[in-house]
């Protein structure tokens, strides 16, 4: 199997969803990337927000959310159907 994914940067992090057939990755091009691994490895969406590179992703029990964490210093919530970020969290300085 190969994924031609975020280049040049390359990947970061990869997480596998419980549900669904999913793969996410991360990059340093602020990206994150979700694969359907049952449609030869296609790019479903690619999930735009972020204002630095995406270091941490984790998936809901139900396989419904996508939580990501960015250098930027926030975390988003994307609805894993509608690939539409549901909430952009950042700290209280």
């Known amino acids: ?3 031609d ?12 969803t419980k549900i669904s057939n999913l793969l996410i990755s991360t990059s340093e091009d602020w990206t994150v990337k979700v694969w359907d691994l049952n449609k030869s490895n296609e790019c479903l969406h690619t999930l735009k927000g972020h204002t630095n590179s995406v270091h941490a992703a984790a998936c809901s029990p139900d396989g ?5 964490g960015s250098k ?4 988003k919530i994307w609805d894993l159907a509608t690939f539409e970020c549901k909430e952009t969290i950042l700290p209280a300085f």
């Open 5 to 16: 994914a975020h280049k040049p940067s390359g990947i970061l992090k990869l997480i596998f």
């Open 64 to 68: 419904k959310l996508l939580a990501t």
């Open 72 to 75: 930027d210093v926030s975390i």
């Open 1 to 3: 199997m190969s994924i």
